[in-house]
């Protein structure tokens, strides 16, 4: 028999009147397992960085990061997202214009006159803060190469700020380069967002292939936090097939939230909003609960 289904709303809410259009899915061939619903935190900190990471583009890092880290602010947790991908697209998907910043995480990076707090804004949500980005990060690639200590530069920026949150999200750009391995030098483990089709599970390998390396050389407490399964679609056998393989190749680090493809996601994203709020009771916000209680639990 398999384990009973945690309830699935915060530990500080009441129950919603209306249960939710639908209860979240489940990999395939798995029972679900048992996670408890998270109790209140007596203070906060120190952090655990995870990084959000896949060199493949459009696989949902971005929108797992923004709902991810709602979803744990909404169990009392406090959560830094950093926006380290120079598209300064989870910046945008929190309501923030990137061109009209006038500091960013870049300006951390590279000036010296720039302290954290002048960079950190609020969102809409509380209890969870955002580090933007905008196009500006694509030069600190080019500009870090000759530093000393260059894979180190972004654990150097977050450092003064970790005993104030319990998790910083970092959301990495699509590739396996110098900021991407900033973020996995630096952070306590990675969580991939893995779309359900045939050649992002062919590109697993390549970035197994870097963790392994910045494990041995730069961050040996680095570990793969989980395997988040995106853009499910049951209605394909193509989605199920690959998701089985996903399970079998992967085991337990595969959690059992599995976010659906919905309409949902973009009209968040336009509405600057993480789905938690724009849609309470939808299935994706059901997911990305799911998926924090896994995340606190591991």
Not at 78 to 99: E, I, K, M, Y
Not at 159 to 168: C, G, K, M, S, T
Request: charged content about 20%; proline content about 8%.
């Amino acid at each position: 028999m398999s384990n009973p289904q945690p309830v699935l709303w915060p530990a500080t809410d009441q129950p919603p009147e209306n249960p939710p259009e639908q209860t979240a899915e489940v990999p395939p061939g798995r029972p679900r397992r048992f996670v408890p619903v998270p109790g209140p935190l007596d203070g906060h900190g120190p952090a655990t960085v995870l990084a959000m990471c896949n060199q493949k583009g459009g696989v949902g890092k971005t929108t797992s990061t923004i709902n991810l880290g709602a979803a744990l602010a909404e169990y009392g947790r406090r959560v830094l997202l950093v926006d380290f991908d120079p598209q300064g697209a989870l910046s945008v998907g929190l309501g923030v214009q990137p061109h009209q910043l006038e500091t960013t995480i870049y300006n951390l990076l590279m000036e010296k006159g720039t302290t954290i707090d002048d960079v950190i804004r609020p969102t809409t949500v509380e209890g969870m803060d955002l580090l933007p980005s905008n196009i500006d990060l694509s030069a600190a690639e080019v500009q870090l190469v000759t530093e000393v200590g260059r894979e180190q530069s972004l654990g150097r920026t977050i450092a003064p700020v970790l005993d104030r949150y319990d998790y910083v999200l970092v959301d990495c750009q699509p590739s396996l380069g110098l900021l991407t391995v900033n973020a996995l030098a630096c952070a306590d483990g990675v969580l991939i967002p893995l779309e359900c089709e045939f050649f992002s599970l062919r590109g697993v390998a390549l970035l197994m292939d870097t963790i392994e390396k910045v494990q041995d050389r730069l961050n040996p407490k680095l570990e793969i936090t989980g395997i988040l399964a995106t853009m499910y679609d049951p209605r394909t056998l193509h989605t199920r097939e690959v998701m089985t393989r996903v399970v079998e190749a992967f085991g337990e680090l595969v959690f059992d939230a599995v976010i659906n493809r919905t309409v949902r996601f973009p009209e968040t994203t336009v509405a600057g909003e993480p789905i938690t709020r724009w849609a309470t009771r939808s299935a994706g916000a059901e997911a990305y609960r799911a998926l924090a209680r896994e995340v606190i639990a591991r």
